[in-house]
Each structure stands twice: as structure tokens, then as C-alpha cells.
């Protein structure tokens, strides 16, 4: 009984050494998955409240046209604001777009503004970068990107021709 035993010492140890790395390999996906949820939703907030600052800022007379200068002065100042020394790594792009006229008010036409936020996130588990990284892999990151539409906020102006 006891030389049957000795023959078997170190089969838990070999078996343990190749399941254990593909264990920890679908543990660090799945917590690198979680990771990379967490960012997304900063990334798709912060483009959502950007957005918002853009079509505030962006109409400065009734009726006017939009002023892209300025909605994008005003987001890049939120944005050193919100993210503080990584505002460097975030990049903005601020674009309005015109959807038409009023047919009630012909000097008013309706514009959106357009955010598009890349958020890069460090992948921090060993193992994942080769699958969920973006191009090029070896930095080891992630870019999301949230992108998020707004109409810009205009009043009628009461000299309007109908």
C-alpha cells in the first residue's frame, strides 16, 4: 500500500501547475472586463455632460448661429476640471452639426452639437492585453469611445419673421 503511495506524491502539485494558470487567466479577464465597464460608463458620462456644456454655451444670441470657438473652450476648461492631471491623456472633439430651419421662424435654424470623448484605460491585469488591448498592444491600453449628440439650446427671439 505504501509503495502505491509514493508513486502518486507530486500528482497534485503537476496538476495544480497546469490548471492554475488558465484559473487565473479567466479571473483577471473577468475583472479586466469589469474594469473596462467601469471606464466605459465615465467615458459615455462624461460625453453625456459635455455635450450638455456644448449646446449650453454654443447658441450666444437668439436665433444666431452656434459658435463652435467657444462650446469648445468651455468643454476643454470642464475638462481639465473633471479629470485633472490625466486631462492630457483624454481627447475632446467638438463638432456642430445643422439638422434645418424652422419652418414657423425662418431666421432659426437648429443645430447639434456633437461630442466624441476617447477615453484610454491601462489594462492592469497581467495576461489580458494580448486579447482586449488596442492597437498597438504593447502599451497596454484600451481606447473607449462615447460618443453623444445634443441639441444646442436657442430661444426665439420675439422680432422673428413667421
Same mark, same amino acid.
Given at each position: ?26 479571473? *483577471? *479577464? ?19 455632460? *459635455? ?8 447658441? &450666444? ?17 470642464? /475638462? &481639465? /476640471? ?33 461630442? &466624441? ?25 484600451? /481606447?473607449?469611445?462615447?460618443? &453623444? ?14
Amino acid at each position: 500500500m505504501k509503495i502505491f503511495r509514493r508513486e502518486r506524491d507530486g500528482q497534485i502539485t503537476v496538476e495544480l501547475m497546469l490548471i492554475l494558470p488558465v484559473l487565473m487567466l479567466m479571473v *483577471f *479577464f473577468i475583472l479586466e472586463y469589469g474594469n473596462i465597464a467601469y471606464h466605459t460608463i465615465i467615458a459615455n458620462h462624461a460625453s453625456y455632460e *459635455f455635450a450638455r456644456i456644448g449646446a449650453l454655451v454654443a447658441a &450666444t444670441k437668439p436665433s444666431g448661429n452656434s459658435n463652435s470657438s467657444r462650446a469648445k473652450n468651455k468643454i476643454n476648461a470642464a /475638462k &481639465t /476640471k473633471v479629470f485633472g492631471a490625466d486631462a492630457g491623456r483624454i481627447t475632446v472633439g467638438v463638432k456642430i452639426e445643422s439638422t434645418g430651419r424652422d419652418p414657423m421662424y425662418s431666421r432659426h435654424h437648429h443645430d447639434d452639437v456633437v461630442v &466624441t470623448v476617447i477615453y484610454p484605460v491601462r489594462l492592469v491585469f497581467p495576461g489580458t492585453s494580448w486579447l482586449l488591448a488596442s492597437d498597438p498592444k504593447s502599451e497596454g491600453m484600451r /481606447k473607449i469611445k462615447a460618443v &453623444t449628440r445634443m441639441p444646442v439650446e436657442k430661444i426665439y427671439a420675439s422680432s422673428d419673421p413667421k
